[in-house]
């Protein structure tokens, strides 16, 4: 495979020159400008294909650069992750091969979030398996998705009513997240993990919180978010690089779960667990000297988690294969070589 720089990918602040007059100029980035000037040079009867990051089917800013592509063409989208094996060797981040053809009404293709090692390099073009996605979606996203079943279970979580930014307000009923690392898994807890700084009590950078407007439905909430069932939608739906606010706020979440006293057991007994299997990670920086997280070991809580599963599937109206595909999802790689949340 040829060699890409990751220069390709660069925002407009980091050039010295101007531009002007590009329907995407908001985006901020290079490449969704080269996007939109191929497309000006495009023959009505042209094709098109470029490798991009997976920011582009992925993230609100590049809404405008979907919509561009897609009006009056077909649009394939191939989505590929940069663990633990990379496109390029030289760009550590996710990428998307696009490829556009003329059509009247026009009609939209995506891959599943493709991971593989070096080993199964050979043929990874050719083995891939495209879905038809809807044109009309509900928010800028284009669904990482592997098969029809994948589209079942997405539609399931679509029809849900209520989302989780429905259960917040101003208040001190904490969720504290990481918005960065955890490359397999996300950590969600009720009290801030520990953090230490040259010796000092204090808050890693990286952490931050929501809070809800019950008491009550904090450890639901909790449970649901660190479920396999979130995983998959962060992965379908995200950029599947940082925990952004609207990855979780836009998560469908029946009312219903937060009601039933079997998802709050299990997300007090997750908590518990999780901080019992937790250790404290020490890393010698430069600029700022000795730091210690407290570093979860979530893999270790998966029994608990499959149960967690089991009893949202009933809100969620999962069939036995829906479950058993949602429990199972990416499981390799999230229980494989002892992957810990601190690393990535």
């Known amino acids: 495979m040829p060699r890409l720089s990751r220069a390709a990918y660069l925002e407009i602040r980091e050039v010295d020159y101007g531009l002007k007059n590009f329907t995407c100029l908001d985006s901020g980035a290079i490449h969704a400008m080269c996007v939109e000037r191929s497309e000006r040079l495009l023959h009505k009867s042209g094709c098109m294909s470029m490798i991009v990051p997976l920011s582009l089917p992925s993230t609100q800013r590049m809404e405008v650069v979907q919509k561009l592509l897609e009006a009056n063409r077909n649009a394939w989208y191939a989505n590929y992750a940069w663990r633990p094996a990379k496109l390029f060797d030289t760009v550590n981040r996710a990428l998307t091969i696009f490829v556009v053809t003329p059509s009247g009404d026009g009609h939209t ?31 800028c996203w284009i669904p990482k998705l592997g098969d029809s079943l994948e589209l079942r279970i997405l539609q399931k979580l679509l029809a849900v009513k209520t989302v989780v930014k429905h259960f917040t307000s101003k208040s001190e009923h904490r969720v504290y997240y990481r918005t960065t690392g955890g490359l397999y898994w996300k950590v969600f807890t009720d009290f801030a993990p520990a953090f230490n700084l040259n010796g000092k009590k204090g808050h890693s950078s990286r952490e931050t919180w929501f809070t809800l407007e ?29 925990l952004n606010p609207f990855d979780i706020q836009n998560f469908p979440l029946p009312e219903s779960a937060l009601s039933d006293p079997a998802v709050k057991a ?3 007994r997750y908590l518990k667990d999780l901080d019992k299997n937790s250790t404290m990670l020490v890393r010698e920086q430069k600029q700022t000297g000795t730091t210690k997280t407290q570093s979860f070991k979530i893999q270790k809580s998966k029994p608990i988690i499959d149960e967690i599963d089991t009893v949202l599937a009933w809100h969620y109206g999962f069939t036995a294969e829906e479950l058993d595909f949602i429990m199972s999802y990416d499981i390799k790689y999230r229980l494989g070589g002892g992957a810990e949340n601190e690393k990535g």
């Open 109 to 139: 293709f995506s891959t599943n979030y493709q991971k593989w090692t070096s080993d199964d390099r050979n043929g990874l073009i050719e083995r891939l398996t495209y879905v038809e996605v809807p044109r009309k979606r509900p928010a």
């Open 214 to 242: 019950k008491k009550d439905h904090v450890r639901p909430v909790i449970a649901a978010l660190s479920s396999d069932v979130f995983w998959w939608w962060y992965t379908v739906t995200s950029n599947v690089r940082d």
């Open 266 to 268: 299990l997300g007090a």
